[in-house]
Nanobody
């Protein structure tokens, strides 16, 4: 089992950048596929990006060119770099882990970090 803690959220202006971090407990982080999701007020949770154990990435089209996902297995951390933020990016951002690789079902979740983008 793995425990996840997100950080790096905050209030920014449109066009700004943020880097979210998700740090995992335990010594098996490198064996998990990881993903980032977000949930805006009144909307369903939305998948954004995933990264495999060896760093292969997938991002949904709506964020390609603005967001990148990466991981540092030596720090048990996965990142979501978000550039050129827009008000519609306002949401709670969650990281998730899956023992399967590539990740699919994500049984482990963090508590989320709020990102608010003002216009």
């Amino acid at each position: 089992q793995v425990q996840l803690v997100e950080s790096g959220g905050g209030l920014v202006q449109a066009g700004d950048s943020l880097r979210l971090s998700c740090t995992a407990s335990g010594r098996t982080f490198s064996t998990y596929g990881m993903g980032w999701f977000r949930q805006a007020p009144g909307k369903e949770r939305e998948f954004l990006a995933s990264i495999t154990r060896i760093g292969l990435t997938y991002l949904v089209n709506s964020i390609k060119g603005r967001f990148t996902i990466s991981r540092d297995n030596t720090k048990n951390t996965v990142y979501l770099q978000m550039n050129n933020l827009k008000p519609e990016d306002t949401a709670v951002y969650y990281c998730a882990a899956d023992p399967a690789d590539p990740p699919r079902s994500y049984p482990y979740w963090g508590q989320g970090t709020q990102v608010t983008v003002s216009s």
